[in-house]
Every structure is written in C-alpha cells, then in structure tokens.
C-alpha cells in the first residue's frame, strides 16, 4: 500500500477529492483519510490518500514518511505561492527522491495564467516534478496514476498524455548539465528523453539510453548505466555490472588498506553476493568472498569469516582455510598484545571448531598451542587481580585442551601455589584441597598439606575463641548494636536482654537464644531488617554453642535466603566441631536426625565439600552404632539391624562421596 499525502489549503483540497471520489473521507481529527485502489497499467495499487488539515502540523517530519506527493496551488493567490516555495524547500531536505506532483487549481476551475508558462516553469526550474493546470476532480485518477508509477518505477512523476512537450526542455538540460559536468543530472535528463521517445515509438530512443549510460558512467554510476542497456545492449550491460563490480571491490580495498577492517569485510561480502546474482562469473565471486573472509579475520571477527565459507565448495573452503591460519594467529597474538585475552581465546575456540571439522590437523595443532599459551597467560592474570574462580575456571579449560588435544603439559605448580594459598586465605578449604590434588610436586602437595591444615587449625581457633567472646557478651553486644540503629530499643527491652544474660551465665542455651530469637522478630516487623539477621544469626551461634540442634534447624528458617550460605560457611568450623561431639552420645536416632538435617541444610545451599565432610563424621557414627549393636545383640535381629546400617552407609557414600571405599572389617568380623 502506498501513502500519498496532498497538501495545499486545506478547505480547497477537501473539497476538490471529495468531488473526485464521491466520498467526504473519513475524519481523524489533524487529518482525513481515503483508502482506493488505482490501476496502473498492468499493477493494481492500493492507497491510503490523507489530506492534512492542521496548519500546525509538523511536515519537516510528515513529509519524509510518505510515498508521495500532490501540492494543489492556486498561483493567482500571492500567500499560496509562498506555501509551495515553502514545501519545495522541505522537498530538498529529504533524504530521497520522493514523486511529487503540482496541480495548479482554482475553485471555478480556470486559472487566469499561461499554462504553457506555467508548465515551462516546473519543468525548467523544477525537471524532478511533474504539474498538472486545470485538473478537474473527474480526471484526478490521471495524476493519482502519473505518481503512482513513478513511485514504483523509482522514476521522476512524468505525465504521458503532454510528455512530448517536454522532449525539448530535457535535451535542452542535459546539453547544459553535459556542458557544466553535472553528468549525473544529464544522464537523468536523457534518461527521460529516451523513455519519451520509447514512448512515442521513435526509433532512436536506443541511442538516447547509450548517451545517459555514458553519463552515469562518467560519475561511476555503473549499475545505473547496466540497467538503462539491459535490453538494449546486453553485451554492453554486462561490461557496466563488471565494472560496478569492480568499482564495489576498489571501495572494499580503499577501506581494508585504511585498516578499517570490518568496513572492508562487509563491502567484499556485499560484492559477492551481488556478483552471485548479476555475474555469472564464479571466480569473481568466490574471490570477493575470500577477501571478505580474509578482512573479516583481521577484524579479530573469526566467526563471521567461517560463516561465509559456507557459500563456498568444499575444496575451496580447505584451501582458504590453509591460506588464512597463520593469519588466525597473528590476530590472536595481536589481541594478546592489546590485553583482549578473553577475544582471543574465543576467537581460538572458533578456529578449532572449524578446523577439526575440515580435518586440517597440522593447522589445528598450532591453533591448540596458541590457545594454551592464551590460557595459560589468562589464567596468571586472573590469579593477578584476585579472581579466584575465574582462575579455577581458567584451569579447568586447561586441563580440559589437554586431554582433548594431547598436548604437552606446562607445569603450571608455581601459579597454582599462588592460587592455593589465596583460596586457603579466603578458608575456603574445599576449592584448596582439590587444587592440591593437581600439583605435580609431591614435596610442594605435602608443604601446602601442612600449610593448609595450620590455617585451619588457626581459623578454628580464632573463630572459637570469637565465638566464646561473643557469647560472654552476648547481652552486651546486642545492647551496643541496637543503641547504634536505635537507642530507644534497648531502653525498651533492657529488662528482656538482662534475662537472656542471666541464662547465658546459666548455661541455659535454648532460653538465651529464645529471648533474643524474639528479639529479632520484633525487629523485623519494624522494618530493621539487617538488624534483625544480625541477632538471629547471635541466637543460631549460642544454639550452635549449646549443640541445641533441634531449635536451631527451627530459628534457622527465620533467616534470610540470602544470607544462609555465608552463615553457614563462616560457622562451618564450630558446627562440624560440635556434630562431632555428638558421635561418642548414646541416642542414635537423635545423632542421625541432626547428621541429616545438616547435611541437607549444606547441600541446600550448594556448599557441596562442607557436605562430604559432614558425610565422613556421619559414617563414622553410624559404623560405630553397628558395632555397637553386633557386640550387644548377637541375635539374629541384631545382625539384621547392622546390617541395615551398613546399607545406609553405602547409600551416603554413594549419594554424597563420590562411592568413597568405605571397610567394615570389624563390623563383618563380629558378624
């Protein structure tokens, strides 16, 4: 559907295409709107026709979204030709040949002017538009059709039934435009000349359509000038497309030698694909998409290189493949160069996909190296800033390229102490022991062992002896951080707090935690959110201290999703230390709720190493029941439920250890 707006004064315009149509329109308030359908030639056109009647309408913003235009002036009235000046100026603005037509009109249907002045005027000032004088409402599907073929010709608005009046206006123009070097214009202008004559028969309009392609070939207007011989001459034609193909290819070069290097790749690859569809000529194409290919890897852009091979043979695309590795390298060490690391290996990881794929092995084996020393610089300077993870993850691909590619190893034992030692200062002990694990230095594996061990050994006390602190002043630790968010609070509660120190000095966990657990809720329901987790963490720390496990999986719900990993991260120490305790005491159905629930409180939150540890303490309790009972109960129930034990033992370290062997030689020898 094409959009036409017509302008001019509003009242005239209305009244004149309510005539033309017999219909008044439809009413959308700034303007009213007509949707008709229109022949042309063998086209049907379907139109959306407005006429804007809002004087302040924005038209620097209209104009340029519509398809064409219908200017209705009326000469005679001074204010009117100020208007079209006015809209004709607009008309120069825009960024594209929009059709425009002028229809010179008055209401009582004859303008007191010259019509062939008039018409003079346009055509000579203004050869890009059209005008009709006179126009009655009856004939304007005359005009509607002149603009609706240009708009799908792409050609200026050129009125058949007068054409031959203005045969000797353009060849008048294009002699002058030829004679002042505007030969785009003059080829326009004998463009029109020759589609004039075409029209009328004469048989010389061939030569016309040879002088205008000349014209825009002098201004590389190649394609143009192709198009103007296509039936003509198409031996001709075909010259013009392969010189706008090379024409395409010189700008394609022009960009790579400036080093703009993904202009470039989209010139080539934009020239082959146009070569594809108008050059029968394979080698052309299938150099332009070499060269796209080519630029697209200087541009550091590896995947766009390998997604146009796709338009190649196979053999072609090995070949390419051949001549672009070492580039493949010099733009990963280039972007090693600029600090790109992270580009760099994926660009890496691009390659080897492609290249395993064509089987190029001798390639890939330089791509994988490369790839590895990349990883290897990467994962220094992760250990560097103190990205702890990433430089696991950066190990982990490492490992990973060498069993995939078998290459030779790095010792890599240095930059791993550095990493170990850094994990091990964060007391993450997990992540620790599994990078231990890797070193290749029996005598480093053992010194970090023994490292690793005093730093927790340390951290357990430090944290014990905070802990035992913190208990000690539990009240007054709660009465200074409420003072600090609000004064009146301890006020408030003194009476409360004192209480819970005289259970604490009692040791009679459970009501010490109860009365500061509550505390914490009444906390929470003002508003003081961080507050209030800071207390019941308190409360769970006193219920640790007190091995209060049942209350303190309870209170523990309270707790911020947010905040439960830390916690339990930071209390792992002091939590394992007193499940521990509880092996050596005489309720086994209590030990084995409390083991349970937390080891599902730790899986909860994906602390999956704090979980096997607590899996290994619950084994052993369980292992130690067995016995137990076989050295107890030696009927055949007691055998029965030991061995049920051990069923559950095999179940944990199936579940949880990774199928850790796990003996039970005292247990099978009392049995």
């Known amino acids: 559907m094409f959009k036409i707006l017509l302008l001019g004064e509003p009242e005239s315009v209305l009244e004149y295409v309510s005539r033309a149509f017999q219909d008044i329109g439809q009413n959308n308030g700034t303007y009213v709107e007509w949707v008709k359908e229109i022949r042309v030639l063998d086209d049907i056109c379907d139109l959306e026709i407005d006429v804007v009647t809002n004087y302040a309408a924005d038209f620097d913003e209209l104009i340029p979204m519509v398809d064409g235009v219908i200017y209705f002036n009326n000469p005679v009235k001074e204010k009117e030709s100020d208007l079209l000046e006015i809209f004709l ?14 229809i010179y009109y008055d209401d009582t249907g004859i303008i007191p002017r010259d019509i062939n002045t008039l018409l003079g ?25 002149c603009l609706c073929l240009a708009i799908i010709t792409g050609d200026t608005p050129l ?61 590389n207007q190649y394609l143009e000038a192709s198009k103007l011989l296509e039936d003509i001459d198409p031996k001709r034609s075909k010259k013009f497309k392969r010189l706008y193909y090379e024409s395409m290819m010189k700008n394609a070069h022009k960009a790579f030698n400036r080093k703009k290097f993904e202009s470039a790749a989209q010139q080539y690859e934009r020239t082959a694909h146009w070569a594809s569809i108008e050059l029968n000529e394979r080698e052309l194409i299938e150099e332009s998409f070499k060269l796209a290919a080519n630029s697209w890897v200087s541009a550091c852009k590896n995947h766009n290189a390998f997604r146009i091979l ?127 694990n890797e070193l290749n230095s029996l005598k480093l594996k053992q010194e970090l062992t023994e490292y690793s061990q005093k730093v927790e050994e340390n951290a357990r006390a430090s944290r014990k002896e905070a802990h035992k602190e913190l208990v000690s002043k539990g009240l007054q630790l709660v009465k200074e951080f409420v003072e600090e968010e609000k004064k009146i609070i301890v006020d408030l509660n003194k009476e409360k707090f004192e209480k819970a120190d005289e259970f604490l000095q009692k040791e009679e966990y459970g009501k010490a935690a109860q009365i500061i657990r509550n505390q914490s809720i009444f906390l929470k329901e003002i508003g003081k959110d961080d507050i209030s987790n800071e207390l019941l963490m308190k409360s769970l720390e006193i219920l640790i201290d007190g091995r209060e496990f049942d209350k303190f999986f309870k209170y523990y719900l309270d707790l911020d999703k947010e905040i439960r990993k830390r916690f339990l991260l930071t209390m792992y120490p002091i939590f394992l230390q007193k499940l521990k305790s509880l092996i050596e005491e005489p309720n086994f159905q ?18 999956y190493e704090e979980s096997k540890e607590i899996s290994r303490h619950f084994i052993e309790m369980i292992k130690n029941e067995a016995l137990r009972l076989v050295q107890t109960d030696d009927s055949i129930k007691g055998i029965e439920s030991a061995l049920n034990l051990i069923k559950k033992i095999n179940h944990i370290s199936s579940s949880y250890l990774d199928k850790e062997k796990v003996t039970f030689d005292k247990i099978y020898a009392k049995i």
Request: aromatic share 12%; proline share 2%; hydrophobic share 40%.
């Open 310 to 436: 796709e338009n190649l043979s196979h053999h072609l695309v090995k070949k390419i493949l051949n001549n672009l590795s070492n580039k493949i390298l010099n733009s990963a060490d280039y972007l090693v160069e600029s600090e790109n690391l992270d580009t760099a290996k994926e660009q890496l990881y691009y390659s080897i996909n492609i290249y395993q794929k064509e089987g190029l092995f001798k390639e890939l084996k330089k791509f994988t190296e490369k790839l590895k020393d990349v990883l290897v610089k990467l994962f220094e300077i992760k250990i560097e800033y103190n990205n702890l993870y990433e430089a696991k993850n950066v190990y982990d691909e490492i490992q990973n390229l060498y069993d995939a590619y078998m290459l030779e190893k790095i010792n890599l034992d240095p930059k791993l102490e550095k990493l170990i030692k850094s994990f091990l200062e964060e007391l993450n002990f997990g992540m620790a022991t599994i990078l231990i």
């Open 89 to 102: 100026g607009i008309m120069e603005s825009v960024q594209r040949n929009i059709p425009s037509i002028i």
């Open 121 to 145: 005027n346009i055509w000579v000032n203004r050869p890009e538009l059209e005008a009709f004088v006179n126009l009655s409402p009856n004939e304007f599907n005359q005009a509607l059709q």
């Open 590 to 607: 209590k030990k084995e709720k409390i083991f349970e629930l937390s080891n599902k409180k730790y899986r909860e939150e994906m602390l």
């Open 159 to 219: 009125n058949i039934e007068n054409a031959w009046m203005r045969l000797p206006i353009y060849i008048q123009l294009a002699n002058l435009y030829y004679d002042q070097g505007e030969y785009l214009s003059a080829a326009q202008s004998l463009k029109k000349v020759a589609s004039i004559n075409e029209l009328y028969q004469n048989e010389e309009y061939y030569v016309f359509f040879e002088q205008a392609a000349y014209n825009y070939s002098k201004k």
